[in-house]
Every structure is written in structure tokens, then in C-alpha cells.
């Protein structure tokens, strides 16, 4: 029996086994939130209504006790999921009184360090839950579409994406690295199967602490056969374009309860716009418009509005304080206040935060450099125009991976694609064509400075039944990140593994 079916159960008895996620108390009543990990219900120990010691068990739940317990069924629209659970009896597993967590604004790391424990907090269940529709939408998507999935190797022999991130072990006395992508075992399953996809953990020594990077990571690669880069835009966009479906339709109520707005995210159902490097180098400098809007022009106006959000935060943090100095104040009403105050100040570091970056974004896009890759604030500045997301195509082949195809008509460019996310997210997919010219990837690899003999594998594909071929690669905690809209990485995976961060 689960909150969630509570519904089917309406006037019956039922018996519900959870953890006490809030409680209050009224003359003679005690009112439980349970928390079973589909849902939540108001359950209701009235004691006039069961026997002293019941009611005794009721007043000294504390958050997180863990119980059993019997009730009816009642509706009520007021409350969550519009039923209550009227108590008859109630059995404690475990009495807890001292959880770390309360309801009182914790800093970031305070719950990063409590992270075991921070997953059960209504905002990260529901983000969860998110990511849980997602990995299944992926797959749904990918299996109804034909591709068979398939795992790439985690110990590799080589570098994928640049010898820079590799993380090294220890395999049997030699050194391996952990694996930075699937792609190259991908293209080879592919001239096996045709369409493949692989989803799995990809591992990156990113010795930054940044909002977008994860040394762990999990990255969903299809590779196709006979695919070129406008077939891999093609599917990229059907691709993003059923996820977010799916999330529209199956998680609109832990939409809710995370504040995403729906209606910003439906946006993203529209054709994403397709540019090349040249085009989107422009518009990063404020060369060209779009719809009206100029990069630099509207950066400056951000930097003005934050500054008067700054302003108003101060003003109203010192308000307060102020007020709570009152003689006579009630605790209840400084309660309130404190962290109402509290609140105000987490949002002060936001705006904080804002107020260092906008004005490096204004000067990294006033200062971007023709032919160099595109930066995190180069990513924030370009999406930021953009109510869907984008495909920047064509770059400049000095700045991407040594697989990658180079443009037929003109040399400069390799048929690299990235997908970048609106609402100044930035990258969640990178892909291409792959060069299939084995003369062109050996002069790619020496150029890359890679050891050739452990691409002598890699390059069999050339030599046996080359054909084109394209692929990509979404990277999960990236995706759930910007469908939340969160602010970090860090949320959008239960136990995230990062730059100064193992535990828990
Ligand atoms: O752009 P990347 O490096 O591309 C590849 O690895 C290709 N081999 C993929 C392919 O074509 N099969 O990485 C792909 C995606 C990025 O767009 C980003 O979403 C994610 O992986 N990603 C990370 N996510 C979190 N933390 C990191 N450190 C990430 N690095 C890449
Ligand atoms: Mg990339």
C-alpha cells in the first residue's frame, strides 16, 4: 500500500509505512506529514479518538522516525493529493529526535556533506524522479527507434576526448585510464548493428570546480551507420524533443514542486535553430541581432536589474533585522523572520555571484576570439537569446577531437555539432560526423600527440567497410540540469562525484 494509490482506497482502512517528513501539533490532535518515497499525506492522530499511548507515540515523533501505521481514508481537497489519512493505531519502528536536516535554510555544502540524507527533502525527491523519467524516456526513445543498446568498455587502453582529463588506475601492473566517452567503441558496434546506443559512466579529471562539471558523469552515445551531420541534427532534435515530452506529460506535479515553469520548457518543442561557428562567433560579439536582441546590449541591461536586486535584498534583510529587535516580539514572529532573513541572504549570494560573472560574460564576448572553442560564458551569453536550444555546427577543426570529419567543401571546419540548452545553460551534447579518411584520422592523431598504436583497432574501420558515419553524446546530469533548471550539477545525480568532493 502506497500514498500514491491513496486515491483508489477512498473511506477504506489502510495501513501506510513511512517516515515522519513534517509534524505539528493542535489541542488534543497531532498532524503527521508521512513520507513513503512515492508521496506525501497529512495523517491525523486525534486523541479522542485512539488510545492514550497511541496518541503519547504521535506527540513524540520527531523528523524522520520511521512508522507504521492504520487509518482511514478520508478526502479533503485542501490537502496534498486531496486525501487524509484518519489514525487508528500507530506502530514506531525507529524514534528519531535530533535529524540534522531541519526545515531552516542549510547552506549548500552543510547538505552536499549530508547528501544521504538531503535525497529524502521533497525538491531532491522530485528531482530524482525527474531524472528517473528521463533515463526511461532515453531508452523508450531509442529501442522504439531501432537502436540496440549496447556497453562500452569502462577500463580503456586510450584517450577519447584528449589526454588532459584521463584518469589513470592501475590495470594488472599497466596503466588504464577510466573510460571519457564511448564513442570509438560505439563506432565499431555500429558497422556491427547499424544504429547503436550506449549509456554509461564516463569519467573526466576536471580539477575545476565549475557549475557544469562532474568528474563522474553518465552520457548516452548513439552512433549511427550511413548517418551524416544533418541526419545526426535531425535525430539529436527528435530526440530532445521526445524527452521533454515526456517530462512535460509524466512529471507535471515534481515540475511543480521544483518551481520549474512549464510553459518556458514547452518552448523547447519548436525546431532549435541551426548555426554555424561563424554565424554564432557574431552573434557571442554582438555583431549580429537576434530578434532584436544585441548580446552585449542585453547583458548590460542584466548587469543593471541585478544591481537593483541587490539593492532591494539589503534593504530588506536590514528591515528586517531591525524588526526583530522589537522588545516584546513574539518567538514565533522572529522564528519567521530569521528565516525569512536567512532566505534572503542565500539569495543575496546568488545575485552576488551574478554580479562577478555578468560583467566577465560582457567582457569575454566584447574579447572572444574568431577560431578558439567556446568557453562556459561564451555558452551563457549565445543561449541566453534563445527560448529552445541551439546546434552550433562546422568549428573550426583545430579546437575539436581528432575523429571528427572535415567539412567537404571547405577544409577549416570539422562537422562537429553542440547542443547547447537556453536559459544560459550551455552545452548538453557534443557530436559529428566521423572522419572516415584513414590518411586524414592518423595526421589527427600525431597531431593530437596520441599514442597510434592503440588506435590501430579504431582505425580497422577504416580499412573494413568504411562508410559514414555519425553519432553524439548527451550527458545526463547536463540535461537533468537544465529541464529543473537547476542552478549546479551537483542536484541532478544522487551522490555526485566532483572536484574536492568523494563523501558522501
Ligand atoms: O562534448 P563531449 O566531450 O563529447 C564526447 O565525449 C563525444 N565523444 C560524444 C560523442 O560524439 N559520442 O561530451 C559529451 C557531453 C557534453 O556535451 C556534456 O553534456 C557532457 O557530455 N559532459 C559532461 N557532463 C558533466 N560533467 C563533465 N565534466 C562533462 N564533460 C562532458
Ligand atoms: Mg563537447
Known sequence: MYIKDLSNFKDNDVTLKGWVSNKRDGKGLVFVILRDGTGLCQCIIDSSKVDPGVFENASSLGLESSLILKGKVVEDSRQLGGFEVHVSDLQI???????????????????????????????????????????????????????????????????????STLFETDYYGEPAYLSQSGQLYGEAMAMAMGKIYTFGPTFRAEKSKTRRHLSEFWMIEPEMAFFDIFDNMDLIEKFLHAVISDVLEKCSAELEIIGRDKESLRKSLAKFPRLTYDEAVQIIKGEKDVDGQNSIVSLEELLKNTELKQKELNAEIEQREEKIKTPGMKKGEINFNQNKINQLKNDLKDVEEDLRNIPQWIESAKNFEYGNDFGGSDETVITRLYDSPIMVYDWPHEVKAFYLKRNPENDRFARGVDVLAPEGYGEIVGGGERETNEALLKEKIIEHD??????????????????????????????????????????????????GRLMP
Open 450 to 499: 596520441l599514442p597510434m598504436s592503440e588506435f590501430e583497432w579504431y582505425l580497422d574501420l577504416r580499412r573494413y567497410g568504411s562508410v559514414p558515419h555519425a553519432g553524439f553524446g548527451l550527458g545526463l546530469e547536463r540535461l537533468v540540469t537544465w529541464i529543473c533548471k537547476l542552478k549546479h550539477v551537483r542536484e541532478s545525480i544522487p551522490f555526485p562525484r566532483m572536484y
Open 93 to 163: 519502528l525507529q524514534l528519531v529526535k535530533d535529524y540534522p536536516i531541519a526545515k531552516k535554510e542549510h547552506g549548500v555544502d552543510f547538505l552536499m556533506d549530508k547528501r544521504h540524507l538531503w535525497l529524502r527533502s521533497g525538491r531532491q525527491w522530485a528531482i530524482l524522479k525527474i531524472r528517473n523519467c528521463i533515463i526511461f524516456s532515453i531508452h523508450s526513445f531509442f529501442q522504439k527507434e531501432g537502436f540496440v543498446e549496447m556497453d562500452a568498455p569502462i577500463f580503456t587502453g586510450n584517450a577519447c576526448e584528449g589526454t
